[in-house]
């Protein structure tokens, strides 16, 4: 995985914004809030897609565990699912 | 099921995710499929896993549907198909989808007009189906 370490001044609107933004609890830092704004302006400029990049992750998830479902296991996982809602 | 499958399996419901991410057709979800969705990663393969797959179903969707708004239809149709399938079903109605897109032989049985299979969905889009019919 890249990594990226950023100095940043901001200062008048970006600045301001940027605080109005955390102490309305929109996110919980401000390196929180520029790291989802930057994956906004990749989803205006069409490169980042949410859902593809979820698709991924959850894979990556699915991997992490190391857990390996037998197409029967996924069935009856699913049918107790509906039962039980 | 479509969800599910779809990332656990090479099938023809994943064929059917690629399509919606692609822009190919427009995603709606009830929320009852959500739930289920994020239950069913959350248990079997952790509470991340369900975080992320919630994440993944609503950012798919234009639109997920609350039970909320829905409650009229599924007044309407209580009694004409299964309790598990009435919200779904519920969904499709209010916003008058084209199609349901799942694998249960219930909503065949109860002749639902636009319940249609992975297999058959891919196809109207000219793409060659696995044999599998999820």
């Known amino acids: 995985m890249v990594q990226e370490k950023l100095l940043v001044r901001l200062s008048g609107a970006t600045a301001d914004v940027l605080n109005e933004l955390v102490k309305r609890g929109y996110f919980a830092t401000k390196s929180e809030a520029i790291r989802v704004g930057i994956l906004r302006l990749g989803e205006n400029f069409g490169l980042f897609k949410p859902a593809m990049h979820y698709w991924r992750e959850l894979g990556e998830e699915i991997k992490r565990t190391g857990r390996k479902m037998t197409h029967d296991e996924v069935l009856e996982a699913l049918t107790r699912l509906e039962q039980e809602t | ?134």
Do not use: W
């Not at chain 2, 991410?21 to 959500?34: A, C, I, K, P, Y």
């Open chain 2, 1 to 134: 099921m479509i969800f599910i499958f779809g990332r656990l399996e090479e099938c023809n419901s994943r064929l059917v995710l690629f399509l919606a991410q692609l822009g190919e057709f427009e995603v709606v979800t009830s929320e009852l499929v959500l739930e289920e969705v994020e239950r069913f990663f959350r248990e079997n393969f952790g509470r991340q896993a369900g975080y992320v797959s919630r994440r993944f179903v609503e950012e798919l969707s234009s639109r997920i549907i609350r039970r909320d708004e829905i409650k009229t239809e599924m007044e309407a149709l209580k009694g004409k198909i299964k309790a598990k399938d009435l919200e779904n079903l519920a969904a499709v109605r209010h916003e008058n989808l084209g199609h349901l897109v799942a694998y249960d032989e219930d909503y065949q049985e109860s002749g639902i007009k636009e319940y249609i299979t992975p297999k058959e969905f891919v196809k109207l889009f000219r793409l060659r189906p696995y044999n599998m019919e999820y």
